[in-house]
C-alpha cells in the first residue's frame, strides 16, 4: 500500500501534467530562490521530463547569504545539465541612493529580467513557486491596502504569461513533497523579519486568526473564487469601457455609473491613475465644468489631470499634444446648404502652422460681436488651467484659425460670397 506521502507525489504529478498539458511552452522558464518552493518545483519538473530553464536574481542584500543561494542553485543547474539565467544587482545600493521600497522595487527588476530572457525563447512561459498560502496572505495583504475585488481575488494559477503550478498545494504538502524528493533547498533569513508586511501576516497575523477561527483559510478560499468569477462575468463590458476610454481619453459620467465598482476601479487603474487619484475621482461628479484632480506620474515625473468637462470626465497630460492639419477642398456642388460647415481659403494668409498659445491671443467667435481670448475659451471648454497656455493652436501669419476639436475662427468660416470652400480636419500624432 502506498504512503501517504507518496500518493501526494502521485498526485501532484498527475495534476501537473494535466496542467502543463492545458498551458503549453517550447520552454518554461522557472524562476528559482533557492528556497524550499522554488526547488520543490524544479524537481518536479525534472520528474514531469518538462523542458525548461531556471532564472535567478542575486539582489544583494543578504551578502555571502545571497551568494549561497545562488552557488546552490547553480550547483543544481549543473549536476542536472539545466540552462541558468542569472542576474545579479547590488539592490541596496539603489534603495539607498534612489529612496525606493525594497519589495516593490525588487519585484520589478525581477519581472523586467523575467520578461527579458522570455524576449529571448520565442513561446515560453514564466513559472513562479507561489502556494495556497501564499494565496492566503496576499488577500490580507491587498485588505489592508483597500484593493478592489481584482486584488483580493488574488493570484491566477495561469496568466496570460505566468504559470503558477504549485496554487493549489499548500505549505505543509510542499515540505512533505521536498523531504520525499530529497531537495535541498535555503532559508532565506529575511523571511523572519517582522518589518516586511508580509512576514508580519505569515508569523505573527495569520496564525492567531487561525487558530481563533479554523476555518478561516477555507472561507477566503470560497471568497476568492467568487469574485474571479464576477471578474470573468464582467470583463466583456469592462475591455469595452477600457478600450473607449483609451481612444478618446474620455469617458461620460452617465456611462461612468453604469459600471460596477470593480469596472470603475480597473477602467482608471488601466489609464494609469493611481489608487489615491481614483478615490477622489467621486468628488468630480458634483463639481463645476473644468474642475480636476492631478497626480504625477511616477516614471516620467510629469503630471496628469483628469478634468470635469460638462457631462463628462477627460484625461489630460502636461505634455503637449502634437496635432496635424488637413485642408480637404470641395467644389461648390458638394456643399449644399450647409455653408457653415466649410472655410474660406481665401480667409487664409499663407501657410498654416501650429504653436503653443500666448496670453493675448484671440479668436472671433461666431454669434457673437467681435473676439474672445484663446484663453477664456480654453477655460469655458472645462481645460484646466496650468494645461492653458500649453495648448496648440493652429494660425496664420495674422491671426489664430483654429483651436483642435473647439473652435473655428469666425473670420474663415464659408459664406454665400466665397468661392474656394475646403474642410479642415484634426489629427492627433501618433
Not at 474672445?372 to 484646466?384: D, F, M, S, W
Request: proline content about 3%.
Amino acid at each position: 500500500m502506498a504512503s501517504a506521502k507518496s500518493m501526494l507525489l502521485a498526485q501532484t504529478l498527475s495534476d501537473l501534467r494535466q496542467f502543463f498539458k492545458a498551458n503549453k511552452a517550447n520552454t518554461y522558464l522557472l524562476a528559482a530562490s533557492g528556497g524550499l518552493d522554488s526547488m520543490v518545483l524544479c524537481h518536479l519538473l525534472l520528474e514531469l521530463q518538462l523542458p525548461f530553464q531556471i532564472l535567478h536574481v542575486n539582489y544583494g542584500l543578504r551578502g555571502e547569504e545571497s551568494n549561497a543561494d545562488q552557488a546552490l542553485v547553480a550547483a543544481y543547474c549543473q549536476k542536472h545539465q539545466i540552462k541558468l539565467e542569472v542576474l545579479k544587482v547590488s539592490l541596496k545600493e539603489q534603495l539607498t541612493s534612489e529612496k525606493l521600497n525594497l519589495q516593490a522595487e525588487a519585484r520589478k527588476i525581477r519581472y523586467d529580467f523575467f520578461k527579458k530572457i522570455q524576449k529571448e525563447n520565442p513561446k515560453s512561459l514564466i513559472c513562479t513557486a507561489h502556494h495556497a498560502d501564499d494565496q492566503i496572505e496576499t488577500f490580507w495583504l491587498q485588505l489592508a491596502r483597500d484593493a478592489g475585488i481584482k486584488g483580493l481575488a488574488g493570484m491566477a494559477r495561469a496568466d496570460r504569461h505566468v504559470l503558477r503550478p504549485l496554487l493549489n498545494l499548500n505549505r505543509d504538502d510542499i515540505l512533505a513533497l521536498a523531504k520525499e524528493l530529497k531537495v535541498s533547498w535555503r532559508e532565506d533569513s529575511s523571511n523572519a523579519s517582522l518589518k516586511y508586511r508580509r512576514n508580519l501576516w505569515r508569523h505573527q497575523l495569520l496564525p492567531f486568526l487561525n487558530a481563533s477561527m479554523p476555518k478561516l483559510n477555507g472561507a477566503v478560499e470560497r471568497l476568492q473564487k467568487t469574485f474571479v468569477q464576477e471578474m470573468i462575468a464582467q470583463e466583456k463590458y469592462l475591455h469595452k469601457a477600457i478600450t473607449h476610454f483609451d481612444l478618446n481619453k474620455s469617458i461620460g459620467l452617465i456611462e461612468l455609473s453604469q459600471l460596477s465598482a470593480y469596472q470603475y476601479l480597473e477602467l482608471f487603474k488601466s489609464a494609469g491613475i493611481p489608487t489615491h487619484s481614483i478615490k477622489r475621482i467621486s468628488d468630480l461628479f458634483k463639481a463645476e465644468n473644468g474642475k480636476y484632480i492631478a497626480w504625477k506620474n511616477q516614471s516620467t515625473h510629469s503630471k496628469s489631470y483628469l478634468v470635469r468637462q460638462q457631462q463628462h470626465l477627460t484625461l489630460f497630460n502636461e505634455t503637449p499634444i502634437e496635432w496635424s492639419y488637413h485642408l480637404k477642398k470641395v467644389v461648390k456642388e458638394e456643399k449644399g446648404k450647409q455653408i457653415q460647415l466649410f472655410i474660406d481659403t481665401d480667409q487664409i494668409k499663407g501657410e498654416p502652422y501650429f504653436r503653443q498659445v500666448h496670453p493675448g491671443d484671440s479668436i472671433r467667435v461666431q454669434g457673437m460681436n467681435g473676439s474672445k481670448k484663446v484663453l477664456r475659451v480654453l477655460k469655458e471648454a472645462g481645460i484646466p488651467a496650468p494645461l492653458r497656455t500649453q495648448q496648440m493652436i493652429l494660425c496664420d501669419q495674422e491671426k489664430v484659425l483654429a483651436i483642435p476639436q473647439l473652435r473655428l475662427n469666425a473670420a474663415i468660416v464659408a459664406t454665400t460670397n466665397t468661392t474656394n470652400f475646403a474642410q479642415l480636419f484634426f489629427s492627433k500624432k501618433p
